[in-house]
């Protein structure tokens, strides 16, 4: 079993910056990808970013392309989402997911283990 714990959310005003973490732990940790995803209240779970585990390939929404950066460490079995330049419309709650098994990085569907999700929260 895979726990995966976000933290780093809260309140910025536009034009800020916040740095998501999501720490994973538990069995051998060796997924094929992990994404950020988020969720606004009445809204689906929407795609943000996307890295492999093995390689360097990254993967982003239109929405926040230019302005999020997907990293991973090896070490720390952790992926970070630098969010830069925070727009109101980024509110949302940010949830981690790792996906084990083969799939898609956009499809929320194709992930295999979700955190518990952290807040957002970007006043103008």
């Known amino acids: 079993q895979v726990q995966l714990v976000e933290s780093g959310g809260g309140l910025v005003q536009a034009g800020g910056s916040l740095r998501l973490s999501c720490a994973a732990s538990?069995?051998?940790?060796?997924?094929?990808?992990m994404g950020w995803f988020r969720q606004a209240p009445g809204k689906e779970r929407d795609f943000v970013a996307a890295?492999?585990?093995?390689?360097?390939?990254?993967s982003y929404a239109d929405s926040v392309k230019g302005r999020f950066t997907i990293s991973r460490d090896y070490a720390k079995n952790t992926v970070y989402l630098q969010m830069n330049s925070l727009k109101p419309e980024d509110t949302a709650v940010y949830y981690c997911?790792?996906?084990?098994?083969?799939?898609?990085?956009?499809?929320?569907?194709?992930?295999?283990?979700w955190g518990q999700g952290t807040q957002v929260t970007v006043s103008s």
């Open positions: 538990g069995r051998t940790f060796s997924p094929y990808a």
């Open positions: 890295i492999s585990w093995g390689g360097r390939s990254t």
């Open positions: 997911g790792a996906r084990v098994r083969p799939g898609s990085n956009w499809s929320w569907e194709d992930y295999n283990y």
